[in-house]
């Protein structure tokens, strides 16, 4: 019987490595494929790490990025070959989306004081891969109701994308409390302070908040405002590590990257190394453990309320996470959950899977709950206006008000991108602002003609990338910044709020 099992055990595992070699001459094999790797994908900037930004301030925080961004203009811009030196590459300081060519470069971390003594102060978080570009639109905003806002730019972001596989997501956090001491340094001991954090960053926030729960030292926050939170990734994430693999043999330096694309896009990496997808599924998990342990032990209770916006469908977090994961756990605290639900009138309504079609009623539990509801959806399927279908927190009665916002009749969704960008955002807009120039404008595109032609896929082209009922949004966050605030209906004809 020791035999039989012995050699069990002997050919099991021998299955295994085999298998395993396999797997890794294919990731070896297909990483060959595609572009070659350029200098933004080989240079790594030097970053501020954990403890040395717990030990720095926002001053040391600018001078050390200042420092960044000069070397990656020494050793990726003024070493282009001639064949980069293109108009559509951002690295190109003669191209029309060179960053360093704008009024304002928003890859890097800026500050927005209010004309008067602030009354209160608001971090910004920005999404992986993104820049503080992503919130400014909110940031303004919060700055015009006498908020200071503090947005960083999180480590190996706003640079070169080299820059994501040479950073652990406990930077990230170091960062986010590096912007907080700032916040904090700024205002009044009694005045309040917002944490605003969008996909990523809205995990950043989370864990934050957990963390200042046990932390004395820490500030804790008097509200937090998600933007399509990265609560929970999809599974593949977790085996991005392992992808990895060969690219501790230099010939296959390019399975260190998930993606390698052009970077034409001013403020968003477009090339993906897999250690950004590992990071963010190391954040996740641990997010997701901590949330748990304190609704056991009962300290989420000292939460402050959570206000999360959050499309239906977004291919690159999990709803149903936000709920199963967040919410279900939440005390009852005047938390809300906002959705935006597919538009149920599109001429693409035929094409619609059918998971699409019933994500709504399939990740939401029954009322009553502990939070409040919000859905935005049709009024009904036979028209593009959109109501606000609301269920108060402990209640099951839903409460219905006109908003006066339509879905586009070329929309079927919104986006995992979209929710903080206005569709008159220069750059993601549906209709771009023209008063502010940043090259491109990637959110008006239509593209129409054959497959293989243009530098990028059309999968990019074709998410929508800003929101129309941004107002909408807008609107419910300043609730939280008013003593008063009218719920009006709303109109989405006038210049970006």
């Known amino acids: 019987m020791r035999y039989l099992v012995w050699k069990f055990t002997k050919r099991l595992t021998a299955f295994i490595f085999l298998s395993i070699l396999v797997l890794f001459l294919i990731r070896a094999y297909d990483s060959q494929r595609g572009q070659p790797l350029e200098p933004w994908h080989t240079y790594v900037p030097e970053e501020l790490h954990g403890k040395e930004l717990d030990r720095s301030d926002?001053?040391?925080?600018?001078?050390?990025?200042?420092?960044i961004f000069d070397r990656v203009r020494t050793e990726v811009t003024q070493k282009l070959p001639a064949d980069e030196r293109v108009p559509v590459n951002r690295?190109?300081?003669?191209?029309?989306?060179?960053?360093?060519?704008?009024?304002?470069?928003?890859?890097?971390?800026?500050?927005?004081?209010?004309?008067v003594a602030p009354r209160g102060a608001v971090v910004f978080l920005h999404g992986l891969t993104d820049s503080p570009y992503s919130l400014r639109h909110i940031?303004?905003?919060?700055?015009?109701?006498?908020?200071v806002a503090v947005a960083p730019r999180l480590p190996g972001h706003g640079t070169v994308p080299a820059g994501l596989t040479d950073i652990d997501w406990e930077d990230w956090l170091a960062a986010t409390r590096l912007a907080v001491r700032e916040a904090q340094r700024r205002i009044g001991p009694t005045q309040p302070l917002h944490l605003v954090g969008f996909s990523n960053g809205g995990a950043l926030a989370m864990m934050y908040a957990l963390d200042a729960l046990?932390?004395?030292?820490?500030?804790?926050?008097?509200?937090?405002?998600?933007?399509?939170?990265?609560?929970?990734?999809t599974a593949f994430a977790r085996f991005a590590g392992l992808a990895g693999l060969p690219a501790l043999f230099p010939p296959f330096a390019k399975a260190a990257w998930l993606s390698v694309l052009p970077e034409f896009n001013?403020?968003?990496?477009?090339?993906?190394?897999?250690?950004?997808?590992?990071?963010?599924?190391?954040?996740?998990?641990?997010?997701?453990?901590?949330?748990a342990a304190g609704a056991a032990d009962g300290r989420l209770a000292g939460l402050p309320p959570i206000l999360t916006f959050q499309s239906v469908m977004d291919f690159t977090v999990s709803t149903r996470a936000i709920v199963t994961s967040l919410y279900v756990h939440l005390p009852e605290n005047g938390s809300e959950l906002v959705l935006f639900d597919v538009n149920r009138n599109t001429k693409f309504g035929l094409l619609l899977s059918s998971a699409?079609?019933?994500?709504?009623?399939?990740?939401?539990?029954?009322?009553p709950r502990r939070f409040r509801t919000t859905i935005i959806t049709n009024k009904d399927p036979d028209r593009p206006d959109v109501v606000e279908r609301t269920v108060e927190a402990g209640t099951e009665a839903e409460q219905v008000r006109e908003l006066g916002l339509s879905y586009p009749f070329d929309v079927y969704s919104l986006s995992h991108v979209a929710l903080p960008f206005p569709v008159t955002d220069s750059l993601y807009g549906l209709q771009p602002e023209p008063t502010e120039d940043f090259g491109i404008q990637l959110g008006s595109v239509a593209a129409r003609g054959e497959?293989?032609?243009?530098?990028?896929?059309?999968?990019?082209?074709?998410?929508?990338?800003?929101?129309?009922?941004?107002?909408y949004l807008m609107q419910r966050i300043e609730e939280g910044l008013k003593p008063v605030a009218p719920r009006h209906v709303l109109r989405n004809d006038g210049p970006d709020p």
Do not use: C
């Open 58 to 67: 926002w001053t040391a925080y600018l001078n050390a990025e200042e420092t």
């Open 139 to 147: 940031a303004r905003r919060f700055r015009d109701y006498g908020f």
């Open 266 to 291: 001013p403020f968003k990496y477009n090339s993906f190394p897999v250690n950004g997808a590992r990071q963010s599924h190391l954040l996740t998990t641990a997010l997701q453990r901590r949330i």
């Open 356 to 367: 699409s079609d019933t994500m709504l009623n399939r990740i939401l539990p029954d009322p």
């Open 91 to 115: 690295y190109f300081d003669g191209s029309p989306i060179y960053p360093g060519r704008f009024a304002q470069d928003w890859n890097r971390s800026y500050v927005l004081e209010p004309d």
């Open 214 to 233: 046990e932390d004395t030292r820490l500030r804790r926050p008097d509200q937090i405002t998600l933007i399509s939170p990265m609560i929970g990734i």
């Open 451 to 471: 497959r293989g032609a243009l530098i990028v896929s059309m999968d990019s082209l074709l998410r929508m990338s800003s929101n129309p009922f941004f107002p």
